[in-house]
């Protein structure tokens, strides 16, 4: 499994619909996507966390460079205050309940 973990700084107010189009996101039959969680910090509601995970790095890579996948991206950026961290990498553990 491989995928990314991305640090964002929220618009202010904008948090609900940035979580609503990633909950659509998630919707989508997106090949190889397996999971996303989105952590919301304590210490400024306005930081989340992202992490998204796919089967390969192969599908990962694939979905990155998706036009369709650019044009989501460029919905979420609408309220971000600056690009995201992205931080990718193999996923070494996965526990789920």
């Known amino acids: 499994m491989y995928g990314t973990v991305a640090r ?6 904008k948090l609900k619909k940035l979580k609503d189009l990633a909950m659509a996101e998630s919707m989508l039959n ?5 999971t996303q969680t989105v952590f ?6 306005d930081e989340i966390y992202l992490a998204v995970v796919f089967d390969s ?4 890579i694939a979905n990155a460079n ?3 996948q ?12 600056a690009e995201p961290e992205w ?11």
């Open 87 to 97: 931080h990718d990498g193999e996923v070494v553990y996965s526990h789920h309940i």
């Open 66 to 68: 998706n036009p369709e």
């Open 8 to 13: 964002m700084k929220v618009r202010p107010g």
């Open 30 to 34: 997106i090949p190889g996507y397996i």
């Open 57 to 60: 790095k192969e599908s990962y």
């Open 40 to 45: 919301q910090m304590d210490g400024d509601p």
């Open 70 to 81: 650019d044009q989501r991206f460029r919905e979420m950026m609408a309220f971000l205050i």
